[in-house]
């Protein structure tokens, strides 16, 4: 096929449910690509000499390798190089922000002049990591007598703990929660992640050899210089996790939650199984929620599955700062959520029983760029406007949380609480503790926090080797 | 893991159990709590409160009242079952300080209501094991609630006990003999309560107009218990705090118990619901 040709194939749509139908069910949006889907879409890969998607990949998938693999319908090949690189191929596929990673830079979409065009690189991930064959995780041989701890079972900790394992060493994930996979399970709705999918990375990190402790708070259950004295090297993944509200008066109503908890709530206690699960939900009618990300929009999306007559996502700078992923937010809008850009909350009000009954708001306009390359947003006085609700959610990010750092002084921390790591190593400043992922990074995406923990688990394994080798 | 050891029935509707929980017992101390969950597949995540710890038996002793889903299911659960998860300890531990002085000791009121009371037994023998007089106020309603009298009397130094109703110690609440320990010559160093909110409310008010330092150890909805859902905040001098990682533990009289009261009542109606279906109030089970 020319490139000519190539060019010339329409982008395959990805299947999904009916809005209205979708709206109502925590089943998965998108349905996924069929096999000739798959290979259609994976040959409009031009092979270009540059492959400049590699350099947008956090991992550095070799993608136009796979993306040829699969055009031939060489399923089992594709995913194979796509596991060299990333550990989870099937939760990417379906989570990353492919039109700010690989996908901007696909020269595909820069000759059609639309990023939208580009070569739907994640959903062909997606189709090979979900019907591909692969080989069964095996357990991987030990070399020496080392034992790494792996605190937190998300990403980066999953990602570290596979690499680990491969590279011989005997490792202990360590997980707070009564269930391993961290935001994979507490926070990522069913409807854009099944929960299966992030049990069978947990079931192959099992079958290598790890061993998963759950119920283990690592600062309460045991402090992590004890941690540090038992294993040879420890690795700290345990995000960010301390949820920030925005400090308006109002905060402490009943009705108003942080999206964590909201989301967990719904995700990891199952509360959208009502009568089944024991954990109570709280089912607004009129849900306004704060922030513009993806937990914003699972946050609202969650909302309107489960009951909620309208839903506002309410987001003080403008639509193309969002950080949220495009196809979220494309989701989401067809769903019904209604956007209101440049506002935000001023306070909240309650009736007399201290209940939410609204919010009062303010719009903003959006004046110099900021430290975050984004326009920054200025209220404008005289604004304010009233709208009803019942519940407000804020998502509107996540502070450092303190458990880990405050039961080890020795660990070095920045002014936000996030733990400070060497640049090439991953180590903190306590010998032998590594981290990554979001409690290093601030808030950041999965297949960042992949690549801190396949990142520092080469720091682990070179410490290590260092460790042996000096006797 | 977490295997029920011992259980006994305290009065209709509250149970003490002896779970196996070596790790918790080995590293918990007074003022800290627990989470478990009953059921693997649909349980809900519930704090308790630590009584009591046995490390060289590895196991601990919760007190608890069938007022929810969950602690109604842990009730029908018997010894040499396991729990589906228990996780701890959770919490800051409390701040033990010995008050003495060369020329007295310290004296500490610990105050517990209801099964509030069961939390209050360690924080008493930790006050009283760093040198301190310890006295224990027990509040409640009626006779038959009345619990751990005998470790409460052999963990402290004077022990006073009020009903609602008269039918045991002195007829009162937990504030008038509160009130009238600060109004001793010789002022409480610290005064610590646990109970119901609006009895915290109260005796922190009753402690207030004597300037004497108190301690509230709250109880709050509570999903992860490290920080992560922001369930638990409630407002203290100002502030919003979190109970699970600032706490459990604040100056009771810079703690806002109003709107820790109202929150509390979240999910007043979701829950009443539940309890319909699932029997606890003569629904019947099945009767979804």
């Known amino acids: 096929m020319t490139a000519k040709e190539k060019l010339a194939i329409p982008p395959q749509p990805m299947p999904e449910q009916e809005p209205a139908v979708r709206a109502r069910n925590m089943e998965e949006v998108a349905l996924g690509y069929t096999a000739e889907m798959a290979k259609r879409e994976a040959s409009r890969c031009l092979n270009c000499p540059t492959h400049p998607c590699v350099e947008g990949c956090p991992v550095k998938i070799r993608i136009p390798e796979f993306l040829a693999a699969a055009a031939e319908g060489d399923f089992a090949r594709a995913?194979?190089?796509?596991?060299?690189?990333?550990l989870l191929p099937a939760v990417c596929g379906r989570v990353c922000p492919q039109e700010k990673q690989c996908q901007k830079y696909c020269t595909v979409g820069k000759l059609l002049k639309d990023a939208s065009k580009a070569v739907a690189i994640g959903r062909v991930e997606r189709y090979a990591a979900d019907n591909a064959e692969h080989p069964a995780a095996a357990p991987s041989p030990r070399r020496g007598r080392k034992h790494v701890a792996v605190i937190g079972s998300g990403p980066a900790s999953i990602t570290c703990a596979a690499d680990c394992a491969r590279a011989?060493?005997?490792?202990?994930?360590?997980?707070?929660?009564?269930?391993?996979?961290?935001?994979?399970v507490y926070g990522i709705p069913e409807f854009r992640l099944p929960k299966r999918i992030v049990d069978r990375e947990?079931?192959?990190?099992?079958a290598m050899g790890v061993k998963i402790v759950r119920d283990f708070v690592v600062g309460r259950t045991a402090a992590l210089p004890e941690l540090a004295r038992r294993f040879d090297a420890v690795f700290i993944g345990v995000g960010a996790g301390l949820p920030r509200f925005m400090g308006v008066p109002g905060e402490e109503l009943i009705g108003v939650f942080s999206a964590n908890e909201y989301l967990t709530r719904?995700?990891?206690m199952k509360a959208y199984r009502?009568?089944?699960?024991a954990t109570p939900f709280w089912h607004g009618r009129r849900v306004a929620v704060f922030g513009g990300g993806n937990v914003a929009m699972d946050a609202a999306r969650t909302a309107l599955r489960l009951g909620a007559e309208n839903v506002s996502v309410i987001y003080r700078r403008g639509a193309k700062e969002m950080p949220a992923r495009a196809e979220e937010v494309r989701h989401a809008r067809e769903e019904g959520v209604v956007f209101r850009t440049q506002e935000n909350a001023k306070r909240i009000i309650g009736d007399a029983d201290g209940k939410v009954c609204a919010v009062e708001c303010l719009k903003y306009e959006l004046g110099e760029p900021d430290q975050s390359g984004r326009r920054s947003p200025v209220a404008v006085p005289g604004s304010e406007f009233t709208l009803p609700a019942d519940t407000v959610i804020v998502a509107v990010g996540n502070g450092s949380n303190p458990l880990i750092s405050a039961t080890a002084p020795e660990l070095a921390v920045d002014r936000k609480g996030r733990i400070v790591v060497d640049e090439a190593t991953r180590m903190t400043s306590m010998p032998g503790v590594f981290a990554?992922?979001?409690?290093?990074?601030?808030?950041?995406?999965v297949i960042m926090a992949m690549g801190e923990g396949r990142r520092a688990a080469a720091g682990i394994d070179a410490y290590l080797k260092s460790k042996s080798g000096g006797g | 893991m977490a295997r029920i050891l011992e259980k006994t029935r305290l009065s209709e509707s509250v149970y003490r159990m002896k779970l196996e929980a070596p790790l918790i017992a080995k590293g918990r101390k007074a003022g800290q709590f627990i989470i478990l969950r009953t059921d693997a597949e649909w349980g809900e995540r519930i704090p308790l409160t630590i009584a009591d710890a046995d490390p060289a038996r590895g196991s601990i002793d919760i007190v608890f009242q069938t007022v929810g889903v969950t602690t109604k299911r842990l009730s029908a659960m018997e010894v040499g079952d396991r729990l589906a998860d228990l996780t701890g300890p959770l919490g800051r531990p409390t701040e033990i300080t010995d008050y003495g002085t060369a020329s007295r000791r310290g004296w500490v009121v610990v105050v517990g209501g209801g099964i509030g009371v069961a939390p209050a037994h360690p924080i008493a023998q930790a006050f009283k094991a760093a040198g301190n007089r310890v006295t224990v106020i027990m509040g409640a309603r009626t006779r038959e609630l009345v619990i751990m009298e005998d470790e409460m009397r052999r963990a402290a130094d004077e022990v006073i006990i009020v009903t609602d109703d008269g039918s045991y110690g002195r007829k009162a609440l937990v504030t008038a003999p509160l009130a009238e320990c600060c109004e001793r010559a010789e002022r409480p160093d610290e005064v610590v309560v646990v109970g119901p909110p609006v009895m915290m409310k109260f005796a922190a008010a009753a402690t207030k107009p004597f300037g004497v330092k108190t301690i509230a150890s709250l109880n709050s909805i509570m999903i992860d218990g490290t920080g992560m859902c922001g369930g638990c905040r409630v407002t203290v001098g100002g502030e919003t705090k979190f109970v699970c990682v600032d706490g459990p533990e604040f100056d009771a009289h810079q703690v806002d118990f109003d709107g820790f009261i109202r929150r509390g009542g979240t999910f007043r109606r979701e829950e009443a619901a539940h309890k319909c279906r699932?029997?606890?109030?003569?629904?019947?089970e099945g009767s979804k």
């Open chain 1, 79 to 86: 995913l194979a190089v796509i596991r060299e690189s990333s």
């Open chain 1, 168 to 184: 011989g060493h005997g490792v202990t994930v360590f997980e707070a929660f009564h269930r391993a996979g961290g935001v994979l």
């Open chain 1, 202 to 206: 947990i079931e192959n990190l099992k």
């Open chain 1, 266 to 268: 719904a995700n990891l």
């Open chain 1, 274 to 277: 009502e009568g089944e699960a």
């Open chain 1, 436 to 445: 990554g992922g979001d409690i290093v990074l601030g808030a950041a995406t």
């Open chain 2, 278 to 284: 699932s029997g606890l109030f003569g629904g019947g």
